[in-house]
C-alpha cells in the first residue's frame, strides 16, 4: 500500500513547479555526502530529492531491513552493498554516532543472500517531521527515497533523520545505480593512505600489532618493524597524503592475495580492525603479506585506542 500512495505523489510532486524546502527552515545543510533532502510538507509520503521533470519514478519492491526516524547527528551516507565485506564495513559509519543502531544493521543484515540481492544504506535529513515509513524509487539509474511523513508542526525544534536498510533482488536494481544523480557513497568510512607489499622473509602480523598511528610516536614505532624498505616506502606515500586536524589514522600488517588497499572494520566499543580490499575474486597458496595505514575522520571513531 505504501508504494501505491508512494507512486501517486511521486507523480504530482515531479510536476510541481517547487518544493518547499523544510531544511532551509530548521536551519540545515545539504548533505556533504549527497544525500538529497526531505520534502517535509505534509499531505502524505514524497521521495526526497524530487525535481520537477518526466513523472517515470518506479516503486522497487524490497524488503526493509531496518529502519529508524529517531538518529540525531548520524553521517548522511547513501550507498549499495554488493557483498558480506561491504556489509561488515557499513555499520562502521553509525558505529559512534548511533552504536545501537550500527549493532541492529549487522544483526537484522547477517542472513543477506549476497548472490540473488544487494542492499541498499540510505541515511537522510528529514526536516521538522519525522518518516514513519520508507520505500525506494528509482528512474533510469538514479535511486530516490521516498518517505511517509505526517504534517510538520508550526515550530522547528529538531532537525530530524532516517536511517534505512533495504534488501533489493539484484535484478530490481538499476545498472550503475545513482543516488539523485550523485555516485553511491563507500561501504564504510575509511581512506588508504599508505598500502605497501612487504618482503617475503619479513614481519609476521602477530610481531607488528595493528592499531592507532595518529600522533608520531606511535607512526614511528609502527613502521620501524616492517621489513625491508617497506618503513621507507610507508613514511614515503604518507608524505603525499598530510594528516588532516579532524582525522585519525591506524597501521595494519595484512595478508592477501595480490589486494589493492585496505579497509575499516568499526565496531561499537571496539578497535577498529581491518581488512584486505580488491583480491576478493582472487585466491593464492601463499598470501603476501602488506602494510596499511588507513584514515579516519575523528568523529566516526570513539574513544582512545
Known amino acids: 500500500m505504501l508504494l501505491e500512495n508512494l507512486r501517486k ?5 515531479l510536476l510541481a513547479a517547487s518544493l518547499t524546502n523544510l531544511s532551509a527552515a530548521c536551519g540545515q545543510q545539504q548533505p556533504a555526502t549527497g544525500a538529497p533532502p526531505s520534502d517535509s510538507t505534509g499531505g502524505g509520503p514524497s521521495p526526497s530529492g524530487s525535481r520537477s521533470g518526466s513523472p517515470a519514478e518506479r516503486g522497487i519492491e524490497a524488503r ?7 538518529v540525531r547527528g548520524a553521517p548522511l551516507v547513501h550507498t549499495v552493498l554488493d557483498d558480506e565485506r561491504e556489509l561488515a564495513r557499513f555499520p562502521g559509519w553509525f558505529a559512534a554516532s548511533e552504536p545501537e543502531a550500527a549493532r541492529k544493521i549487522a ?14 544504506g540510505w541515511s537522510a535529513p528529514t526536516g ?7 520505500a525506494l524509487f528509482a528512474t533510469g539509474s538514479r535511486l530516490v527515497l521516498g518517505l511517509d511523513q505526517p504534517e510538520p508542526p508550526q515550530e522547528c525544534l529538531v532537525s530530524n533523520q532516517v536511517l534505512v536498510v533495504f534488501e533489493v533482488p539484484k535484478d530490481r536494481m538499476p545498472q550503475s545505480p545513482r543516488f539523485d544523480g550523485k555516485e553511491p557513497d563507500p561501504a564504510g568510512p575509511g581512506t588508504t593512505v599508505a598500502f605497501v607489499r612487504l618482503a617475503e622473509t619479513g614481519v609476521q602480523p602477530q610481531q607488528a600489532q595493528g ?4 600522533d608520531a610516536t606511535r607512526l614511528d614505532a609502527f613502521v620501524a618493524k616492517l621489513p625491508g624498505n617497506g618503513g621507507t616506502t610507508v613514511t614515503k606515500q604518507l ?5 588532516r586536524s579532524d582525522e585519525r589514522r591506524f597501521g595494519y600488517v595484512l595478508s592477501g592475495c595480490k589486494p589493492t588497499g585496505a579497509a575499516l572494520l568499526i565496531s561499537p566499543g571496539k578497535a577498529p580492525e581491518a581488512i584486505a580490499t580488491g583480491d576478493e575474486n582472487i585466491r593464492c597458496v601463499r598470501p603476501q603479506q602488506y ?3 588507513v584514515g579516519v575522520p575523528s568523529n566516526l571513531v570513539s574513544g582512545t585506542m
Open 211 to 214: 592499531g592507532e598511528v595518529t
Open 239 to 243: 608524505s603525499a597524503h598530510p594528516q
Open 107 to 120: 544483526q537484522r543484515a547477517a542472513t543477506t543472500d549476497f548472490s540473488r540481492n544487494v542492499l541498499v
Open 9 to 13: 505523489v511521486v507523480l504530482v510532486a
Open 291 to 293: 602494510a596499511a595505514v
Open 128 to 134: 521538522c517531521s519525522a518518516a514513519t515509513d520508507a
Open 64 to 70: 526493509q531491513v531496518y529502519f529508524d526516524a529517531g
